[in-house]
């Protein structure tokens, strides 16, 4: 059930969001499932959170509203989209928590620091068993990755997050959450 705006911290950025991808035909398509990911960053009580794929900072913002206490790392490659998302920090009093970083987010991983991470956000496009594997590396055992847009691509949830001795994972429509063994 995606948040209602009545009750959507958010909600400006989840419209800002919509209109700038009308306008740009970018590929900034908000995760509308906010409230899940706060959700599950309380429950993990988590410290520190990476997320790949920011767009104007939506999912990266309901991610810090769910642990106060947490960093979040979020990756993205557009310019803009990071020029747009670092201002909506500023503009929620959450530049100190979420740090927007610019490039690839297979480059920009592998310079986070590894079995770090207590949650991990996967909202790029498709996801790719490479950008699987860069999260799994950051987490850190018994950390939590959900992965978004597993009807994108060519890879679902049973091919990536299907080995037993790396993830106790369940899917539901296009999302996943797995836990790292
Ligand atoms: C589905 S949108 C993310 C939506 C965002 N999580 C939200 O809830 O508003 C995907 C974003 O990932 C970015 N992206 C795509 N491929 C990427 C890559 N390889 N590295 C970093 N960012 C990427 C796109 O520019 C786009 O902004």
């Not at 800002?16 to 309380?42: F, I, M």
């Not at 590396?137 to 049973?158: E, I, K, S, Y």
Request: proline content about 7%.
């Amino acid at each position: 059930m995606p948040p209602s705006p009545m009750t959507d911290p958010f909600a400006d950025i989840l419209s800002t969001t919509n209109t700038h991808r009308a306008q740009h035909s970018c590929e900034a398509y908000p995760y509308d499932k906010g409230t899940l990911l706060g959700v599950l960053a309380a429950a993990v009580k988590a410290t520190r959170i990476i997320e790949v794929g920011t767009a104007l900072g939506y999912s990266a913002l309901w991610l810090a509203h769910g642990a106060p206490n947490a960093q979040v790392d979020t990756i993205e490659s557009d310019p803009e989209h990071v020029r747009i998302a670092r201002q909506h920090c500023i503009d929620y009093q959450m530049s100190n928590r979420v740090h927007v970083h610019h490039g690839d987010a297979l480059t920009v991983l592998d310079g986070l620091d590894p079995n770090a991470y207590d949650l991990g956000f996967f909202d790029g496009l498709a996801p790719t068993p490479q950008l699987v594997t860069g999260l799994y590396q950051r987490l850190r055992t018994g950390g939590v990755l959900a992965c978004a847009n597993l009807t994108l691509g060519p890879h679902n949830a049973d091919d990536l997050l299907a080995d037993p001795d790396a993830w106790l994972a369940h899917s539901f429509g296009e999302t996943a959450i797995a836990v790292k063994r």
